[in-house]
């Protein structure tokens, strides 16, 4: 029998919508680098959504490469960026903003968000020009280990940037699942007013490939398409982003998709947190952390494909499960009556 996937939200391929569009626009001539119709529309459209006439707006293929241009592009040589320990800048990038020369101040997390705290512990650790300076704070929305900052911890956050001179970064490979989540009380626009810059990411939510980034902050628009090109990212056939971004957000597609992976998920959750198992982490995101002993992984790995996350202890190990716009029902029902009979 096949194995199902529940490793990540970017098994399958491309919402049906988006094929359709690309193949009916296919033999259109159209500028490249961003310059096409269907990109200016898309930002049009970005823009009416954060309610947000003035911000620029760019795309990138994904998310390491965004971050590994974004982060760079506001950073003078000297300067750091501050995350905590399980930022996807930290730990899945290879290296690639040390690569680019700036040191990242890691800070432990209980819950995968950063706190005001954590983040004057590293300004109260550099305080002259013997050492880096702490410039950006680097967050995820959803974090990478599936929980969400609600807007008074976003709104919290913001306020102690400003008032440090510290820029504020988000970084929305899974904002469309945050936004949609039960748990959410901010909207896009909301959170696009408490960042200096974020990124939209479709990648993991129906498209075939591509983010959209988005800078408000006025003094980090300048050039920034001169790091895009630098950087290999400023794409020829643009419209392949413009395009999708157009189908996804015209009529809300991106948020309908991320409530079906969001509703999926939490059919699971419920499901496991009934039979009486524990999470490594409350998610009421697309990613959720169960912990399992290990025979109990054993028998699922032989029909489910999934991530071994983390050893708790001797006996018991966190995977994580990770449901998409198109994870089947079924599947999820199959998986839950699996874990259920124990086969």
């Known amino acids: 029998h096949m194995i199902y996937n529940f490793k990540n939200d970017y098994t399958e391929g491309v919402h049906p919508r988006i094929l359709d569009a690309l193949k009916q626009t296919n033999l259109e001539q159209h500028e490249g680098y961003g310059e096409d119709r269907y990109c200016r529309e898309a930002i ?4 009416h959504k954060i309610q947000n006439p003035s911000a620029d707006i760019h795309f ?27 930022g996807h800048i930290n730990t899945h990038e290879a290296g690639a903003i040390e690569h680019a020369g700036h040191k990242i101040n890691v800070v432990e997390s209980s819950d995968g968000k950063l706190s ?19 410039k950006l704070v680097y967050i995820s929305n ?17 306020r102690f940037c400003r008032s440090k001179g510290l820029l504020l970064y988000l970084d929305g490979a899974r904002i469309g699942s945050a936004l949609c989540s039960q748990d959410n009380d901010l909207t896009l626009a909301q959170l696009s007013q408490l960042v200096d810059l974020f990124y939209i990411g479709g990648t993991k939510n129906g498209a075939m490939l591509g983010e959209a980034v988005i800078i408000i902050n006025d003094s980090l628009k ?13 794409l020829a056939k643009s419209r392949i982003f413009g395009l999708q971004f157009v189908e996804l957000f015209k009529d809300d597609l991106f948020f309908r998709l991320a409530e079906h992976a969001n509703a999926m998920a939490l059919k699971l959750s419920r499901s496991i947190e009934k039979m009486g198992f524990q999470f490594l982490s409350k998610s009421t995101t697309n990613q959720i952390f169960p912990i399992f002993k290990q025979d109990v992984i054993n028998r699922l790995s032989k029909k489910y494909g999934f991530y071994v996350w983390e050893n708790m202890d001797d006996q018991h190990v966190a995977i994580r499960l990770v449901t998409s716009w198109a994870t089947k029902e079924e599947a999820v029902d199959r998986f839950i009556a699996d874990l259920e009979t124990g086969f």
């Open 142 to 158: 959803a974090t990478e280990t599936g929980t969400l900052y609600k807007k008074n911890e976003l709104e919290t956050l913001s």
């Open 44 to 47: 049009g459209l970005l823009r």
């Open 116 to 134: 005001c705290k954590s983040i004057q512990s590293v300004l109260d650790a550099h305080k002259d020009e013997h050492m880096v300076k702490p």
């Open 60 to 86: 990138v293929s994904g998310g390491t490469h965004t971050n590994a241009i974004v982060i760079p592009s506001v950073l003078k040589p000297y300067e750091s960026v501050i995350s905590t320990f399980t």
């Open 222 to 234: 300048q050039d920034f398409r001169f790091h895009l090109k630098q950087k290999g990212a400023l």
